[in-house]
């Protein structure tokens, strides 16, 4: 009787095995091809530049070449895409606000840019990925903007370019440590991402998930479309990309955090923007970057979630716009008593 059951107990192992091998192999899904995604995802003005290391980058430089430099940089597994609303309203669009020349990067790992195999990902890495493209693009002066991750890797890049940063846009952006509190309340995605089983989790079909994170960054989750979120798991097939965003993830808890007396040396205007519904980001990480950059401008925007260039891109843009106006044409100042402001 035992050796029966012994032995049922090994067959039902046996076909349990099968059924999880054969779910893995069904739902593994293959890198996608540079050239594949490029056909889908460029646009007229992609262009791409060589960087030391092996990093080929991926960008676009719209609007008007004589004018104000904007440098915009996404957040983590998104692309300079999150950007466009921005551009239209900024720099190509009929209804511009105003003429800029707007840069937009995808960093490593993400969008339509390549890195070597063995790449070591991190903020750190990143923020150097980006000195490289603006040395490559002999970018002097310019106003810098990143989202998310992208806001790290900007307030990064700012404490050690000051003389190149002419103005700083934080957009929902990260770098603050997570409390206990704040880690428990993470959309699954990322909980999974985290989890020891995210290595045996990278290859296989993410689309579902990829759904769920979006929608959990806006307020509003109609602006999740299918063809967001295809684009979303698309770049995440391109080659090397997993490991990369795998890398990221694994690595968040250990890079240099922001502290008050860090932020306290970023001398140059900065603005930063929030939603007040962010489930990403805490929008009191935005308070605190306020509070600790000398003279910097908070502005929250209500009922909008982690993604305010997107969600509200006609208010996020104007403010911009403004922030921008206000640093190169600053409000004069009465000479003498009596005298025309």
């Known amino acids: 009787m035992l050796r029966w059951i012994f032995g049922g107990l090994l067959a039902l192992i046996g076909l349990i095995t099968v059924i999880a091998v054969g779910g893995y192999f069904y739902l593994k899904r293959p890198d996608i091809p540079y050239a594949a995604l ?3 995802y460029e646009s007229a003005a992609s262009r791409y530049v060589d960087l030391p290391g092996g990093i080929r980058m991926h960008y676009r430089d719209e609007g008007a070449r004589d004018a104000p430099v904007l440098l915009l940089v996404h957040g983590f597994s998104a692309s300079l895409h999150t ?19 707007i840069i937009s990067v995808d960093l490593p790992g993400h969008g339509l840019t390549s890195a070597p195999a063995g790449y070591r ?22 106003f810098l903007a990143g989202s998310s991750m992208g806001g790290n ?9 000051a003389d190149q940063v002419q103005g700083l846009i934080l957009v929902d952006a990260s770098g603050w440590p997570e409390t206990r509190d704040e880690y428990a309340e993470d959309p699954p995605v990322f909980r999974l991402l985290r989890s020891p ?9 993410n689309t579902a998930l990829v759904r769920q994170g979006l929608e959990n960054s806006f307020a509003d989750p109609s602006f999740v479309t299918d063809a967001m979120v295809t684009r979303y798991s698309e770049f995440s097939r391109a080659p090397g990309h997993r490991d990369i965003i795998l890398q990221l993830t694994l690595g968040f808890r250990e890079r240099n955090f922001a502290t008050e007396e860090r932020l306290a040396e970023i001398n140059v205007p900065t603005l930063v923007l929030t939603g007040d519904q962010d489930r990403l980001v805490p929008p009191v990480h935005a308070q605190q970057f306020a509070d600790a950059i000398p003279n910097a401008r908070l502005i929250t925007f209500e009922n909008v979630g982690h993604i305010p260039q997107e969600e509200v891109a006609d208010q996020s843009s104007m403010a911009v716009h403004e922030f921008i106006y206000q640093v190169i044409e600053p409000p004069t100042m009465c000479a003498a008593p009596g005298g025309r402001c």
């Open 153 to 161: 890797i900007a307030w990064e890049y700012t404490l050690s370019n």
């Open 38 to 40: 490029a056909t889908r």
């Open 83 to 101: 950007w466009e609303p921005w551009v239209v309203r900024l720099a190509t669009g009929e209804q511009r606000i105003n003429d800029y020349r």
């Open 121 to 142: 990902a991190s903020v750190e890495s990143l923020r150097d990925a980006l000195e490289a493209f603006t040395r490559a693009q002999q970018l002097d002066r310019f």
């Open 197 to 205: 089983l995210a290595p045996l989790l990278r290859d296989l079909d």
